[in-house]
C-alpha cells in the first residue's frame, strides 16, 4: 500500500494532473507567473510606466502632502527603486543568470538601456518557463517574487488597488483572509492546505460582536 502523498503544486498546494506529476508548479498557476512577467515588459507596461511616476504628486494614490519646512525630495522613492538597477531589471536579470547556470548556458548579455534589458530578460525568462515549472528547485520562489514586482510595480505608479482580504472560516476554526487571486493558504492552527479554489469555498467567517 502506498502512502506516499499526492503530487502538489508548490505555489498553491493543489494536487497536479497526470501530465504534470513531474512539474514544480501546476499550469494555472504557471500561466499567472507568466502573465505576471509579460505585464512588466513593454513600452505600455508596468516598468515602462515608473518613470512617468517620479516627479512628487504624480501618483493618483492621494495628493502630495508635507507637514515639512525641508524641500520635498525631486522624486518619489518608490518608483525611482523600482525603476533603477537593484529594482525590477536586476531581480529579473537574476534570475535569468540563475537558469542559464543551471541549464549550462552562456552568461546573458545585457543591451541598450534598462527598459530593453528588461524587456529581453522578460522574453527569455517567459522562453525558459516551462522548463522551470518542471525542473527548478525554487520555482515557488520565483513566482512570488514576480507577483510580489507586479503589486509594487502597480502600487508605485497608482495603479490596481490591493485585493480586499475576505475572511473565512477553516474546518478547524481558524479564521483565514484569503483574495480572490489567492493561490493557496495554509492555515497556522491546523497546518491544512488550501488550494486557490478550495481557499475560496470555505464558508464566510462570522463577524465578531464588538
Same mark, same amino acid.
Given at each position: ?52 511616476h517620479l516627479r512628487p504628486g ?26 533603477? +538597477?537593484?529594482? %525590477? ?6 534570475? #535569468?543568470?540563475?537558469?542559464? &547556470?543551471?541549464? /549550462?548556458? @552562456?552568461? !546573458? ?55 480586499? +482580504?475576505?475572511? %473565512? ?6 479564521? #483565514?483572509?484569503?483574495?480572490? &487571486?489567492?493561490? /493557496?493558504? @495554509?492555515? !497556522? ?22
Amino acid at each position: 500500500m502506498n502512502d506516499a502523498p499526492a503530487p502538489a503544486c508548490t505555489i498553491c498546494g493543489n494536487h497536479l494532473y497526470t501530465d504534470e506529476l513531474q512539474h514544480q508548479a501546476c499550469r494555472p498557476c504557471t500561466n499567472r507567473v507568466d502573465h505576471n512577467l509579460a505585464a512588466l515588459a513593454g513600452r505600455r507596461g508596468l516598468y515602462a510606466r515608473l518613470t512617468h511616476h517620479l516627479r512628487p504628486g504624480s501618483s493618483n494614490n492621494g495628493p502630495a502632502v508635507s507637514g515639512s519646512r525641508t524641500a520635498p525630495l525631486p522624486v518619489r522613492l518608490e518608483p525611482l527603486s523600482l525603476a533603477a +538597477r537593484g529594482g %525590477v531589471v536586476t531581480i529579473l536579470q537574476t534570475w #535569468l543568470v540563475d537558469w542559464h &547556470d543551471l541549464l /549550462g548556458y @552562456r552568461y !546573458p548579455r545585457w543591451e541598450g538601456d534598462l527598459q530593453q534589458q528588461c524587456d529581453q530578460a522578460v522574453h527569455r525568462l517567459r522562453t525558459l518557463l516551462p522548463w522551470a515549472a518542471e525542473q527548478h528547485g525554487a520555482f515557488a520562489e520565483f513566482a512570488h517574487e514576480i507577483a510580489q514586482l507586479r503589486r509594487q510595480c502597480e502600487a508605485a505608479t497608482g495603479g490596481e488597488k490591493p485585493p480586499r +482580504r475576505v475572511p %473565512v472560516q477553516c474546518g478547524c476554526g481558524q479564521i #483565514l483572509r484569503v483574495t480572490l &487571486d489567492t493561490a /493557496g493558504i @495554509r492555515c !497556522p492552527a491546523c497546518e491544512t492546505q488550501y488550494g486557490h479554489s478550495e481557499a475560496l469555498q470555505l464558508p464566510l467567517a462570522e463577524r465578531r460582536a464588538a
